[in-house]
C-alpha cells in the first residue's frame, strides 16, 4: 500500500464502526467513543497520523472495542452535539462529549480515558506554576492550556479510569480512586531509527534539547531560558512553538543570544530534526503536568538523556537520566551539573541504554495489548458486578 501525505478530508464530528459480520443483531452492543472522528478515512495519510501518536492510538481502540462485538460510534470529545438519543452499553472517552453520553446512558458502564494528571493536580499544579512566573516577571498571564475542560467529578462517576502514564501520574490522584486506573503505557509516532554511529560522533554533553508545542510555561522553557541565557558556555536547542507572552518577555534576551536557538515547529520524521538530536545530549523537560508526553519519548528514542521533572518521568528515571524534583532554577543546574560531569563511558552507555528503553517501552503494539487487556478485565468485573 502506497501511504499518501498531506490528503485533503474534510473534517468529521463523528464516525460509526458497524459490528463485525455474524454478530447476532438482536443482543448488539454499542460502544460511544469519545475521542477523535477525524483519524477515520485518513489512515493511509501517513502525514496525518504520525502528526501525534494518539491518532493510531484511536484506530487501535476502535478496532478493539468492534471486535469485541460492539457497534462503535466515535464523537469528537469537544463537540457533545454529536451525541445522539440511542443507548450505549460502553462509554469510553473525554471532555465535554463524554459527560454529555453518560449523563444520558447512567446504566452504561463508563470509562475515563485520562492522558494527563487528575484534574485537581493539574489545576494547583498550573495555578502554582504561574504564580511563580508571574511573580518573577511581575506579570499577570494565564498560560496556555491552563483551563481544563473537565472536572474531577469524570473520575468519580466513572466506573474505571484508563490513565496514559506511570505511577508518577497515578499519584497525582485521591487515594480513594486510585484502586478504578488502569495505567497504559502510550505509544509513539516517532517512527525514525538513530544511527549509534552517528550520534557518538555528533553528540555533545554541552548540548541541551527542549521539545514543545502550546504551554512553554507549564513546560518549563521560561526557567530554561533564566538558566541557560546566563550560562553561554552550554547550548539549549529549542523545538516547538514558543507562546507568545514568553517571547515578549524574552524578547531582548532570545534576540541577543548565542547559544539559545529556536527552531519553531519541526515534524519530528524530518532530517533536521534528527541533526538536531544527534547534536544534543540531552532532554531538558521541566512540565509541572504531563505524564511522561510524547517529546520525553521521541528526545530517548534518539538517544537524548532525559532530564525531566516528576509528572514527566518515568519509574526508573534514575537509572536513564536526572530527576528534576522542584521546578526551580536551582534543579535546572543540578541536573546541568550532573550531565556534564557524566564520564564520556557512562555518557555513552546512557544515549544506547535510552534509545533501547524507550523503543521496548513506548510502541503501538505493546498500546494495543494493554488496551485490549483493561478493556477486557473492566467488562468482565462490570457484568459481574452488575450481574449479582
Given amino acids: 500500500m502506497q501511504l499518501k501525505w498531506g490528503v485533503v478530508v474534510p473534517p468529521k464530528t463523528e464516525h460509526l464502526i458497524p459490528p463485525l459480520p455474524g454478530c447476532n443483531t438482536q443482543i448488539k452492543r454499542r460502544a460511544f467513543v469519545s475521542y477523535l472522528p ?5 489512515e493511509d495519510d501517513l502525514g496525518y497520523m504520525l502528526w501525534h501518536q494518539n491518532r493510531r492510538e484511536q484506530l487501535v481502540i476502535g478496532r478493539v472495542l468492534h471486535e469485541m462485538g460492539y457497534e462503535v460510534k466515535v464523537g469528537l470529545w469537544s463537540d457533545p452535539a454529536c451525541v445522539d438519543n440511542r443507548s450505549y452499553d460502553l462509554i469510553f472517552g473525554m471532555g465535554p462529549t463524554f459527560e454529555e453520553v453518560c449523563r444520558r446512558n447512567p446504566s452504561a ?7 494527563g ?3 485537581d493536580f493539574h489545576k494547583v499544579a498550573v495555578e ?10 511581575n506579570t499577570n498571564i494565564v498560560p496556555e ?14 466506573e474505571a479510569v484508563f490513565q496514559i502514564g506511570t505511577s508518577f501520574t497515578l499519584e497525582t490522584y485521591p487515594e480513594q480512586f486510585r484502586e478504578k486506573v488502569q495505567l497504559i503505557n502510550q505509544s509513539s509516532n516517532f517512527i525514525g531509527e538513530c544511527d549509534l554511529s552517528k550520534k557518538k560522533a555528533c553528540v555533545s554533553q554541552k548540548n541541551f534539547l527542549w521539545i514543545g508545542s502550546g504551554g512553554s510555561i507549564l513546560k518549563g522553557l521560561d526557567l530554561l531560558i533564566d538558566y541557560f541565557s546566563r550560562h553561554p558556555e552550554f547550548n539549549l536547542y529549542v523545538v ?12 531582548n534576551t532570545l534576540k541577543g543570544s548565542k547559544n539559545i536557538f529556536l527552531f519553531g515547529f519541526l515534524n519530528t520524521q524530518t532530517e533536521k530534526f534528527r541533526k538536531i538530536c544527534y547534536r544534543c545530549g540531552f532532554l531538558v523537560f521541566p512540565s509541572c503536568t504531563e505524564g511522561c508526553p510524547g517529546s520525553v519519548i521521541t528526545a530517548m528514542r534518539m538517544g537524548c538523556v532525559p532530564i525531566v521533572s516528576r509528572p514527566a518521568s518515568f519509574e526508573e528515571i534514575n537509572d536513564y537520566g536526572f530527576l528534576l524534583d522542584e521546578l526551580t532554577y536551582e534543579k535546572i543546574e543540578q541536573g546541568v551539573n550532573w550531565a556534564t560531569s557524566l564520564s564520556i563511558e557512562k555518557f555513552q552507555y546512557l544515549i544506547s541504554k535510552n534509545i533501547v528503553y524507550s523503543q521496548t517501552r513506548w510502541n503501538l503494539e505493546r498500546f494495543e495489548k494493554e488496551i485490549f487487556s483493561a478493556f477486557s478485565s473492566t467488562i468482565q468485573k462490570f457484568h459481574s458486578t452488575t450481574n449479582e
Fill in 240 to 251: 516547538g512553538n514558543v507562546d507568545r507572552e514568553l517571547k515578549n518577555i524574552y524578547k
Fill in 38 to 42: 477525524n483519524v477515520y478515512g485518513r
Fill in 117 to 119: 494528571a487528575h484534574p
Fill in 128 to 137: 502554582t506554576r504561574a504564580k511563580d512566573f508571574n511573580r518573577r516577571h
Fill in 109 to 115: 458502564l463508563k470509562i475515563y480515558y485520562a492522558t
Fill in 145 to 158: 492550556r491552563s483551563v481544563g475542560t473537565e472536572s474531577s467529578s469524570v473520575v468519580e462517576f466513572s
